[in-house]
């Protein structure tokens, strides 16, 4: 009688096993040794079966010209968590400007955002936002919300036929040392540049930030053209504009690295 339990484990066990490794492996190759399985695995037990499985990317970009004589440096993280909860940061390291014969990073500036999205497969979110940045009395956090345009029902389909993807938040309430009120709208978006022919190798990314306070309504946008050159090698062209600086604007070229997770 216990002979025929533990068997009765270790056929249970090796199906789960084999199941799971189908179901990772899709992209590894297949040799000729390999037994070719007939039948269809038992599915796994639902206990022993994660919830939620975390993806992220990392990209790293380094642009060591910009016509403003400075250096670059970018760090940018994304994941899915659980819960409806997304994580999206990235950090600016840069030379002062006119220095760009020196590459010592002097300055930062970083904005780490933590997303909630609605249920029900609503295209809206809550979003969270805490701004870093070199110097006094420039740091704050931001609470809003957003709408992703390529995830609207009626527009899903023509967004993802030109592979196009477009987010914007409103951030109403921002907490920090300024005066008077302050407020942001904040757009992102990402497509390729004919997928199919260019084989996925040519896209165009950027954001707009829109500032609006007493001291007027500046604005931030950078737009990227990106080549891929090898795995995950790309060369990025940058059109740039702050203005909060004193040159406003500038082009940037560089290497862009990434790792999807």
Aim: hydrophobic share 40%.
């Amino acid at each position: 009688m216990m002979i025929k339990k533990i068997l009765s484990l270790t056929i249970t066990a090796l199906s789960i096993v084999s199941f799971s490794h189908s179901a990772i492996a899709q992209d590894e190759p297949v040799f000729e040794s390999q037994p070719v399985i007939q039948e269809q695995p038992a599915a796994p037990d639902p206990e022993f079966t994660p919830k939620h499985q975390t993806h992220g990317l990392i990209d790293l970009n380094y642009y060591p010209y910009d016509t403003r004589d400075y250096s670059v440096f970018t760090v940018n993280l994304a994941a899915s968590l659980p819960n409806r909860f997304s994580y999206f940061s990235f950090v600016n390291y840069t030379t002062a400007i006119g220095s760009n014969k020196n590459q010592d990073l002097e300055d930062f500036y970083t904005e780490q955002n933590l997303t909630w999205n609605l249920p029900g497969k609503l295209p809206f979110d809550l979003i969270a936002q805490w701004v870093i940045g070199t110097g006094l009395n420039n740091d704050l956090i931001r609470f809003g919300a957003g709408v992703n345009a390529s995830a609207i029902p009626f527009v899903s389909s023509l967004f993802k036929d030109f592979g196009i993807f477009y987010i914007v938040h409103f951030f109403p309430m921002q907490v920090d040392s300024l005066s008077g009120y302050n407020c942001q709208i904040e757009h992102f978006y990402n497509f390729m540049i004919l997928p199919a022919t260019l084989r996925e190798r040519v896209y165009v990314y950027g954001f707009l930030d829109q500032n609006f306070g007493p001291g007027g309504h500046p604005t931030v946008h950078e737009h990227n053209l990106g080549i891929r050159l090898i795995e995950r090698f790309h060369s990025v062209a940058e059109y740039r504009h702050n203005a909060f600086l004193p040159k406003q604007d500038g082009f940037g070229f560089g290497l862009e690295y990434k790792i999807n997770l």
